[in-house]
Nanobody, 124 residues
Framework: QVQLVESGGGLVQAGGSLRLSCIAS????????MGWFRQAPGKEREFVAR????????YYADSVKGRFTISRDNAKNTVYLQMSSLKPEDTAVYFC?????????????????WGQGTQVTVSS
């Protein structure tokens, strides 16, 4: 069982930056692929970024490529999402997720555990 707790969300002006954190419980964090997803009101949950177990390999949605950076610190059981050049359309609840089976995909259904989410609001 893995428990995930996100933090770092808030209100920011367009063009600003935020860093989200997700702390995972359990001793298997370093063997788990981690991902970030987001869900805006009235929309489906969408993939944002994922990171391999070692942190060497990352993958981003086209909509955030070049603006967001995913990273992890396995010693701290934490995955981060650094968000820069934020746009109003980035407004959403952001979720971290764990893929224990190492499917390494962008599909929400392939992730086994989810956090409760943290709200990010970007004002224009």
């Amino acid at each position: 069982q893995v428990q995930l707790v996100e933090s770092g969300g808030g209100l920011v002006q367009a063009g600003g930056s935020l860093r989200l954190s997700c702390i995972a419980s359990g001793r298997t964090f370093s063997s788990t692929v981690m991902g970030w997803f987001r869900q805006a009101p009235g929309k489906e949950r969408e993939f944002v970024a994922r990171i391999s177990r070692s942190g060497v390999n990352t993958y981003y949605a086209d909509s955030v490529k070049g603006r967001f950076t995913i990273s992890r610190d396995n010693a701290k059981n934490t995955v981060y999402l650094q968000m820069s050049s934020l746009k109003p359309e980035d407004t959403a609840v952001y979720f971290c997720a764990a893929d224990e089976a190492i499917r390494y995909t962008s599909r929400a259904g392939d992730y086994d555990y989810w956090g409760q989410g943290t709200q990010v609001t970007v004002s224009s």
